[in-house]
Each structure stands twice: as C-alpha cells, then as structure tokens.
C-alpha cells in the first residue's frame, strides 16, 4: 500500500484549519488515514481539527493493535474513535468560551487486509478512483445535498449555491455526533482520494479523475491535484491524502 498526504492554506485563507494523519500498521497490515476540516474563528478551527485527527487516530490505532481476534470489528472500533474524538472537542467547546461554537468535519479511510471502510461526519469526501471511472463513496451532511436528495436542485447547481458550505453534521458541536461507514471494494491499483471542500469546490469530479489519468501514483496525484486547485485560486484551505492498494 502506498499513501501520501499535502495541506495548503490557499491563496485567500490566513491560517490553514484543516489535519490530517496517516499512520501505517505494517504488523496488521492497515493503513490509518483521517482528515478534518475546521471551523469556528482561526484559534478554534485549527485546534478542533487537529485535535479531532490526533484523538480518533491515536484511540483507533490503539484499538487495532489491542484486537486480539483475527477478524476485529473495524466498524466499532471507527465509531468509537470518532466519538472519543466528537467529546473531546465538544468539552473544550463547553468549558472554554475561546472555543465556544467549534467543530470539525471529519472524513477516515482504513484499509485492513483486503477490507476498506470509510468513516464520515460533515462534508468532506472520500472518492474511489479507476481508470474509468470516479465515485464519491461518502455522502455530504450538507444543506444542499439535502435539497439535492429532495429533488429542490440539481447536483451541478449545488456546487455554486450559495450556502454550499452549510454542514448539517460536524464534530463537537453537540454532545452526541452519528456518523455514516461504508465499506467499498478496492482492487490493486485502485486508490482512494480524501479531500476537503478546499479542494472540492475547486475541481469538479471529472477534472480530479482526468488528473488521475495522467499521475496514476499517489503522490504525483497529490501534487498535480494541489497545483490545480492553487492555480484556479484556492479560496479555502485545500487537504488531500491519497491510498493506493
């Protein structure tokens, strides 16, 4: 398994609230990746983020290596680290009035043995990606995405609607989060791209997959992704961790 992860602030942005975290666990042979897209004023949106990343992948590597059966509940052990990482977010928010109103998305890909499970609160995206094809295996706890499920409008009017960034899930806001897991199939050559809106609202899903065309390997993926979004002009915070099988 090969993997790689780039963060940029963007070309607009002061600060770069977004984290992310891969950790590889050769002698169980997973990969570990999480990424998180902040929000609530510059001090709080970069502390939720990254605090959100360190906790879920910190409880959920731990879990793994403790696992003494030889097929874990990988699903729980995901549920459970996004919840130890939703409290500790959510404490700070309640007893810290610098903190007050924080929270994070929070989107998590683990490969373990030949399984894949993909863990998501908010709107940032897990894609899986062929030759032929992109699918967006998450779906986003969004304002529009709900109104796109209602038939109110179309997916390509949702990416310029003007209350596109709406997030009806995210970490820390409230005491209890529920989160979506999926588990896609993933041949050999095949990779899943995380990203946040950063760089969503950049390219459309066509432009990252005629990328994928032409830089096959993850980290000429990685950084052909991240010129294009800076050279179009980078409004937000743009993250991207790439895992090919």
Do not use: H
């Given at each position: 398994m090969n993997s790689f992860g780039i963060t940029d602030r963007g070309a607009v942005r002061r600060d770069n609230q977004d984290s992310f975290l891969i950790e590889r666990?050769?002698?169980?042979?997973?990969?570990?990746?999480?990424?998180?897209?902040?929000?609530?004023?510059?001090?709080?949106?970069?502390?939720?983020?990254?605090?959100a990343a360190k906790t879920y992948a910190g409880e959920l590597r731990q879990s793994i290596l403790e696992a003494r059966k030889r097929r874990p509940d990988i699903k729980a052990m995901m549920e459970a680290?996004?919840?130890?990482?939703?409290?500790?977010?959510?404490?700070?928010?309640?007893?810290?009035?610098?903190?007050?109103?924080?929270?994070?998305?929070?989107v998590s890909a683990v490969i373990y043995g030949e399984s894949v499970y993909v863990l998501n609160?908010?709107?940032?995206?897990?894609?899986?990606?062929?030759?032929?094809?992109?699918?967006q295996v998450t779906r986003d706890h969004s304002l529009v995405q709900d109104m796109v499920d209602r038939g109110e409008i179309s997916p390509e009017q949702a990416r310029t609607h003007p209350r596109r960034n709406v997030i009806t899930r995210a970490l820390g806001v409230n005491e209890l989060v529920p989160c979506d897991i999926f588990t896609p199939r993933l041949q050999r050559g095949e990779l899943l791209l995380l990203c946040s809106?950063?760089?969503?609202?950049?390219?459309?899903?066509?432009?990252?997959?005629?990328?994928?065309?032409?830089?096959?390997?993850?980290?000429?993926?990685g950084r052909a992704l991240m010129a294009?979004?800076?050279?179009?002009?980078?409004?937000?915070?743009v993250t991207i961790v790439i895992i090919s099988k």
């Open positions: 666990l050769d002698e169980r042979s997973c990969v570990i990746a999480v990424l998180c897209d902040g929000m609530g004023g510059e001090k709080a949106g970069n502390i939720a983020s990254d605090l680290a996004c919840e130890s990482a939703n409290r500790m977010i959510y404490s700070y928010s309640c007893f810290d009035t610098d903190y007050t109103g924080m929270g994070t998305t929070l609160v908010g709107d940032s995206r897990c894609y899986k990606l062929t030759r032929r094809r992109i699918q809106d950063g760089l969503t609202n950049m390219l459309a899903d066509e432009e990252i997959l005629a990328l994928y065309r032409r830089n096959t390997d993850p980290l000429s993926l294009e979004a800076l050279r179009r002009g980078a409004r937000d915070n």
